[in-house]
Structures are given as C-alpha cells and as structure tokens.
C-alpha cells in the first residue's frame, strides 16, 4: 500500500510568484484534502476534492485553486504569492466524502514566501 | 479560523507518566478525531470517536467524549520518549464530510 506522497519537500518563492504543489494520494482513495498549517499552529482547511470536483472549500481567496486528477492525485495551485503564504502545506487523502473518514497526510510541503 | 481549543498547550512529563490533552469545540460535532504530529512533518490518524460514543481505547490511547460539554480529552498511559510529539484534535461537523477542523494542538515532551 502505498502512502501520501507530496513533491516538492521545500520551495522558497518571492512575492507575487505562482507555486503549484503536487500530491499523490494513497492507493484506493478517491478524496484529496489540502491544509495550510502555519508555525506553531494547527492546520487549517483550504479545500477538498472528490472524484475530481471541489465539493468543499475553507475561508481562502480565490487565488488559491485546485485540481483533481483521474487517478485521484491533486495540485494545489497559488497565484500572487505573499508574504502570509509561508507555512506548510498538508495534502490528505481519504476513502469517500462520508464521515468518519480517518485522513491520511502526506509529510507536506515547507514553502516559504521572501 | 480555529474551532476547537486545546488544554495544555505544553505539556512535559517523565517517562512512565500518563498525559491527559483536553480539547473543547464550540458547535456540533459528527465525529472526532486525534492526530500526532512530528516536528515538521505530516499527520498522523490516531483515533476517532463518533458523536454517539462516549470511550474508546487503542493500545495505550483512551478517549472520551462528552458531547454535553462539548469536550474531549486524549490520555497515553505509561508514556515513552518517542510519544513526544505534538497532539491535535479534530472536529468532523455535521455537514461538511470528511473536512476536518483542527484545534491549536498540545506540544507533548516526555522526558527519558
């Protein structure tokens, strides 16, 4: 079973630049969430995807946006990047959109905005 | 923003010590779910309670629920070194599916 891989680890971009950061999901999940989690807090929830369509979306502009693939990997794209951007960013995956749906995290991607 | 509160922040113990986390949300729940995390890295499932439950245990984890108080609390027993991490809660609502709404967290460090 393979698990949540995300690529890049670490990413430094100036302001104003565009990121795309990539996710692959677990084997057998149909779901992909993404959270941003800035230092020393705890993740919050940017959007979910399910079977390639958002179906659920955080307070973030819309700068933020996202894909979801028919092999069920994910982008999260960041447009006119800032300062306030910088923090890592978690992709989960999950079996469904039901509840109680335990997430599985990839090691997420450390991105800094200078 | 932050829909859950977390009790203590910081927390440091001796090996062979238990470690009780509290967690607090404000609005109903369908499920709750605690996840450790490593320095730096990504989340780790622990355990999920439903709203109807009100104990669970695995392996040296116990959570309780009180849907009353809108309160959860996480104990480890008989703590080890490698339990240092940092611990969250997460609140599944009603209405949103498998999003999750993550608390602040508690920073475990067990001391050998």
């Known amino acids: 079973e393979t698990g949540v891989t995300q690529s890049p680890t670490h990413l430094i971009k100036t302001r104003g630049q565009q990121v795309t950061l990539r996710c692959s999901s677990q084997s057998g999940h149909n779901t992909v969430s993404w959270y941003q989690q800035a230092l020393g807090q705890g993740p919050q929830f940017i959007f979910q995807y399910y079977r390639e369509e958002e179906n659920g979306r955080g307070n973030f502009p819309p700068r933020f946006s996202g894909l979801q693939f028919p092999n069920y990997s994910s982008e999260l794209n960041v447009n006119a990047l800032e300062l306030d951007d910088s923090a890592l960013y978690l992709c989960a995956s999950s079996l469904g959109d039901r509840y109680n749906s335990p997430l599985h995290f990839g090691n997420g991607t450390r991105l800094t905005v200078t | 923003s932050q829909q859950g509160e977390e009790d203590p922040q910081a927390l440091s113990i001796q090996e062979g010590e238990n470690a009780t986390m509290n967690c607090s949300y404000k609005?109903?729940?369908?499920?709750l779910q605690w996840y450790r995390q490593n320095s730096g890295r990504g989340l780790v499932h622990l355990i999920l309670?439903?709203?109807?439950?009100r104990e669970k245990h695995s392996g040296r984890l116990r959570v309780t629920l009180d849907t009353s108080k809108k309160s959860s609390s996480l104990l480890i027993t008989a703590s080890r070194a490698a339990d240092t991490a940092s611990y969250f809660c997460a609140r599944g609502g009603e209405t949103s599916g498998s999003r999750l709404t993550f608390g602040e967290g508690t920073q475990l460090t067990v001391n050998p």
């Open positions: 309670i439903r709203s109807n439950e």
């Open positions: 609005t109903s729940i369908n499920n």
